[in-house]
């Protein structure tokens, strides 16, 4: 039970425990503080043929039930509760009905209506599911189907707004009649053109403000396999906040459920960029290290966003800040927390809320389309909330494009180029170009050789040489000092190579990065998916030239920083209004 998060965000101030128990052997109440110290609360033992004396236990047949209150003291720092329990040598202790509870006096629920808010405390809050989907057909009829086999959810659910996007569509799939007709009026499906995630979950949002019936938003993802108990966890800690709150879950690994990616983030102004909540690592497994093991993560670790694999948002919220910024992906959900942080509403990532997610290995955005789109939306994010302009901003700009073309990526170093061409363009160009602004980047990355596929075999067993990671021979030193040679080598050597397209090394996925390509003229490069291949060839006339473009780019967006913030700032671009005019304009359905 995350204890130190319920004492800090709302006014509970004791926690009751209850269970069954059966058998013979011992049940034990543990806490623990912020700095991973623990300690028992209270014991109790059981035997099947006689009750202990002076125990909160009632005797039902051979079954006991518990309970005991424990009072939310000395969680300032962090700590959580939990039970232990153990069996005697020669029986068997069985725990059924376990559950944390917390006084319904304490419940501060902001509705959506009036009526709700009179009724508060009677009954439970409601709230809508925004679902958004691109051909991932089979993926989110998985959920909608684990949805609509949990009463205990649909108790608590308006409706589930199914967003698709796609061509591949959701409804078609086998089965997809049954789950629509099970669900009844807990599903409304649309379909609409490819406005991207934060096209998709604006949908949601801007419908369930439209309905005013739910109190809450889940903004869950197709592809993620959530628990619906995690889901109640999330609504239930939300009805008790002092505060509206918007309630983020971890995000556990698809392919290694014990690995955590992260229990919140913390946004770093200095450079708009982002980093774990505590510099705690990413990736944490805690099969390998358990929670009992980690005295850092006892703590309460607060956060300033939560990425939309899941995400509870409140109503009311949203009237106040709006929807997403129409941005399509990439920063939507960053720049949600933050602006909502800047009108007095934090964003808490709840221990015991999560959802498993493909895990991020497997992806790297510099080698998409999506690189345009990160790039691009991590400077508006920044105009928005980083009103001061500083080099440093202009120095990540020309470092994002040093570290693509260092690995002879140009392509991106093109996208990133048109992201800031964009931006400068002004909020009202970035909102009426997001219907189409997909298909002008995808053609305009096609036109560099990185991103074609190698199909030619003969070509790919041609390689020279092997392949030697360069992540174990060398520290950051060693490393910043080759960055340094490889940037004043590529600005001014001259090819003289270009005419042999022979591959010299194979570079996995899982080394591309610029140290890999340290005198490397031709290389074969896996895809991060690992399906397919790419020829990358050294360019330096063309390294040169876009790395001279990036500087122009960034000392201009630096220049106008202050007035192209005015701009964004005042434009209002995730107002329901403006989503409404993008809505119509796409001929939705």
């Known amino acids: 039970f995350p204890a130190s998060y319920w004492q800090h965000w709302t006014s509970v101030k004791t926690v009751k425990f209850t269970a069954s128990v059966e058998g013979t052997g011992y049940l034990q109440l543990m806490r623990s503080t912020g700095r991973g110290l623990t300690y028992p609360v209270q014991k109790f033992e059981f035997d099947s043929h006689q009750q202990q004396p002076n125990q909160p236990a009632q005797v039902t047949q051979d079954t006991q039930i518990i309970s005991y209150e424990i009072p939310m003291t000395g969680l300032a720092d962090g700590g959580y509760f939990w039970f232990e329990a153990k069996a005697s040598d020669s029986s068997s202790l069985t725990v ?14 902001f509705s959506n209506t009036k009526h709700q808010e009179d009724s508060a405390k009677q009954s439970n809050s409601t709230f809508s599911i925004a679902i958004t989907t691109f051909n991932r057909p089979s993926y989110c009829h998985n959920q909608l189907k684990a949805i609509a086999e949990n009463k205990a959810l649909r108790a608590r659910l308006d409706t589930i707004y199914c967003t698709d996007q796609g061509t591949d569509l959701v409804k078609n799939q086998p089965g997809f009649n049954e789950t629509s007709a099970n669900l009844g009026s807990q599903l409304t499906y649309i379909q609409q053109a490819n406005l991207g995630g934060s096209g998709g979950f604006s949908r949601g949002m801007f419908e369930t403000l439209k309905a005013g019936k739910s109190s809450y938003t889940m903004l869950l993802d197709d592809d993620a396999i959530s628990e619906t108990e995690c889901i109640l966890r999330a609504l239930q800690f939300a009805d008790y906040t002092i505060k509206p709150a918007i309630i983020g879950g971890g995000m556990l690994h698809l392919d290694n459920r014990t690995v955590l990616y992260t229990q919140g983030e913390r946004f770093t102004r200095n450079n708009v960029w982002m980093k774990p909540s505590q510099n705690l690592d990413y990736n944490h497994d805690f099969a390998a290290i358990t929670l009992q093991d980690c005295p850092e993560r006892h703590q309460r670790i607060d956060t300033d966003y939560n990425g939309w694999w899941m995400s509870l948002i409140p109503t009311a919220i949203m009237k106040e800040i709006g929807l997403s910024l129409p941005v399509f992906i990439k920063f939507d959900d960053t720049e949600y927390s933050i602006r909502a942080l800047e009108h007095g509403y934090h964003t808490i990532c709840l221990p015991g809320v999560a959802v498993w997610h493909q895990a991020w290995h497997d992806k790297d955005p510099s080698r998409t389309w999506e690189e345009y789109f990160f790039q691009r939306n991590r400077w508006i994010c920044g105009l928005l909330h980083c009103t001061h302009p500083s080099l440093r901003f202009a120095v990540e700009m020309l470092r994002s494009d040093l570290a693509s073309g260092l690995k002879l990526a140009y392509s991106a170093m093109y996208l990133h180029h048109m992201g800031l061409q964009d931006i ?8 009426d170009s997001m219907p189409q602004k997909l298909g002008e ?4 990355r096609q036109a560099f050789s990185d991103t074609q596929p190698v199909s030619d075999k003969a ?20 490393l910043r000092k080759t960055q340094k040679h490889a940037t004043i080598k590529a600005l001014f050597a001259h090819e003289k190579h270009a005419k042999n397209p022979r591959p010299e090394v194979a570079i996995p996925a899982q080394d591309v990065s610029w140290p890999s390509f340290v005198g490397v003229n031709t290389a074969i490069v896996t895809a991060p998916d690992g399906t397919t291949l790419n020829l990358f060839q050294r360019n330096n006339k063309l390294f040169r030239k876009m790395l001279r473009a ?3 780019l960034a000392l201009k967006m630096l220049r106008k920083w202050k007035k192209l913030s005015r701009e964004y700032r005042s434009y209002d ?6 989503w409404d005019k993008i809505f119509n304009s796409t001929n939705n359905k």
């Not at 980047?441 to 305009?444: D, F, G, S």
């Open 573 to 578: 671009m995730a107002s329901v209004e403006s």
């Open 441 to 444: 980047v995808r053609k305009a």
């Open 96 to 109: 059924s009905n376990a559950e944390w509870s917390v006084p319904c006096a304490n419940k501060v629920q």
């Open 550 to 552: 990036d500087a122009l």
């Open 459 to 478: 070509l790919i067993n041609e390689v020279l040489r092997e392949h030697v990671s360069p992540f174990t021979a060398h520290d950051a030193k060693a």
């Open 424 to 431: 400068l363009r002004g909020p009202q160009y970035i909102v």
